[in-house]
């Protein structure tokens, strides 16, 4: 296991972080990254076989079970999330065990595989998107939200804070899952190789969050990169990111921080 991986394993040791960080998250029409993932289902019929490729704690199942979805499945290589999904889920929630790069499902099994911040973090993204591919029925429909770059005050006050705690924690920069993910004409390459070549659509958009620099902490100290520090180094970077933050803030005392997300809608080859 790599470093990489073994941070990864770690922080989902602790489950639920990933909805708790993102969950008041909204874009301009007031949708978070779950929302805009789920409003493309839309046109999926209600008893489709759909896997929720790193489920985590099985808050996207839960919505799009409310949503009427019938044949959900979830997959994870986390038994710590996987454990809490069974919980809000129920006992006989069909879940499996296992790595994207190697689901050990059946060839041509779902009618569409759907990802939650998730595909950016995971390596060797080929072999990851075949195997995708492999599991997805023809034309199948392929569905994720990820991260991207983004130029923003408030985010980058974190960054330029982390990035010295982290030396000084004697720490390397952690780096998760294929650059090429970040940059929108290499994602686009990777996905007509794997898919559909003429069907895959890439919308970029940005979630934001508005409140005191003690909010906005508290949620972004539940990034991978933040939560894998010293606890004091954590509590460090809290002080420092707040005090940074205050220049930002309003008349109320609120600063809005945003970050850079993109909707992948692909298709399996017919």
Same mark, same amino acid.
């Given at each position: 296991m790599t470093d990489e991986h073994a +941070? #990864? /394993?770690?922080y989902h040791?602790? !489950?639920?972080?990933t909805p708790a960080m993102l969950e008041t998250?909204? *874009? @301009?029409?007031? @949708?978070?990254?779950?929302?805009?993932l789920v409003e493309? +289902? /839309?046109g999926i019929d209600r008893n489709a076989r759909i896997l929720d490729l790193a489920c985590g704690d099985g808050f996207l199942l839960a919505v799009l079970r409310k949503?009427?979805?019938?044949?959900?499945?979830? =997959? *994870?290589?986390s038994a710590e999330e996987l454990s809490a999904a @069974?919980? @809000? #889920?129920?006992p006989e929630f069909p879940l499996h065990q296992a790595d994207a790069i190697d689901t050990g499902l059946g060839t041509a099994s779902f009618d569409?595989?759907?990802?939650?911040?998730? =595909?950016m973090l995971i390596t060797p993204i080929k072999e990851v998107l075949r195997e995708i591919a492999r599991i997805g029925r023809p034309n199948a429909r392929v569905l994720a939200v990820i991260n991207r770059p983004l130029k923003d005050p408030a985010f980058d006050e974190l960054r330029r804070h982390l990035v010295e705690v982290t030396q000084s924690s004697g720490l390397e920069r952690l780096r998760l899952g294929d650059p090429r993910m970040m940059r929108r004409d290499e994602l686009l390459e990777l996905l007509s190789g794997a898919f559909e070549p003429s069907g895959s659509i890439v919308e970029d958009f940005a979630v934001r969050l508005h409140g005191p620099p003690e909010l906005l902490w508290s949620k972004l100290r539940m990034m991978y990169d933040v939560a894998r520090l010293p606890e004091s180094a954590q509590e460090e970077l809290g002080r420092r990111a707040c005090a940074g933050w205050g220049p930002l803030a309003n !008349?109320?005392?609120?600063?809005?921080? /945003?970050?850079?997300?993109? #909707?992948i809608d692909a298709r399996t080859r017919g």
């Open positions: +941070t #990864l /394993a770690r040791e602790t !489950p639920g972080q998250w909204q *874009d @301009r029409q007031g @949708r978070t990254t779950y929302q805009v493309q +289902t /839309a949503r009427g979805f019938t044949a959900l499945e979830g =997959l *994870d290589s @069974r919980a @809000r #889920l129920g569409a595989i759907v990802c939650h911040m998730a =595909l !008349p109320s005392g609120n600063v809005t921080c /945003a970050m850079g997300m993109r #909707l």
